[in-house]
């Protein structure tokens, strides 16, 4: 299997949840964010919200019982006031970003190719943490899922999608997987552009990525969908309401603490249980 680079630049962690990640117990995931954030300064960024009162409180709260006490809001209400001065501050000395859910187009038509944006990758470049649940972890890919339904077998016409903000590329990220049944539209994106990986995460679950890896955190599972070996599909020549067929697709599903290798597009585990037995068997021919 041809590996490919799942490019962006490297520098940084990114953290991508499902959504409805724990605010009031362990706190798993908020943690990991906690751990790399430190005693630097955290932006919650609001931005995908229309409505985002009582959402920058609830992370306030929670980070700060986990010893993260810089913590500040970030919203705009259009595209103009990314050029506040003021606003930008807030990122100036910031440590990490965290997206909070909503509608993932309020994202990238708000913020995306101004100033703010790019201290955001200035940030991440520099060894920053930026996160995102929900609508911010769809953001997070070069090409995000907006529209599609779940619960369903997907229609071949049922996807709408739109560019992300790229930090993590030949990728695509679905949220709140599991539990509302969108492993059809995942599929469904897959086989659009089988070049990439479709990464589905289930709520109060999340990927650390770092470097090509990422980690699994949280209480459920994350789906990874690789269309490089897919036989055939029939996206190019149904009509709109047809149900998608697709052959040989392959799919991964891993928990917490297990990890995933993004260019060699394998589980780590897997990756070194194969590479054990190809060396035993070099090993048997030499004798």
Known sequence: MPTRKS????????????GHEDKEGEKVILQEVAQRVGQGALVVATVASHEPEGYFEAYQKAF?????????????NDRAETLDEQKLQQLADASGVFFSGGDQLRITSQIGDTPMERR???????????CGTSAGA??????MLVQGRGGESHRVGGLRMAPGLGLIRNVIIDQHFAERGRMGRLLGAVAQNPRVLGIGIDEDTAIVVEGEQFKVVGSGAVYVVDGAGVTRSNVAEASQDDVLSIFDARLHVLNSGERFDLTERRPLAAAAIEESVALSEQASEAR
């Open 120 to 130: 955001i990758r200035e940030i991440y470049a520099a060894g920053g943490v930026v």
């Open 138 to 143: 769809s953001v997070m890919c070069e090409t």
């Open 64 to 76: 700060a019982d986990l010893g993260v006490t810089r913590t500040s809001e970030l919203y705009v």
């Open 7 to 18: 490019g962006g630049p490297r520098g940084g962690t990114l953290i991508i949840i499902g």
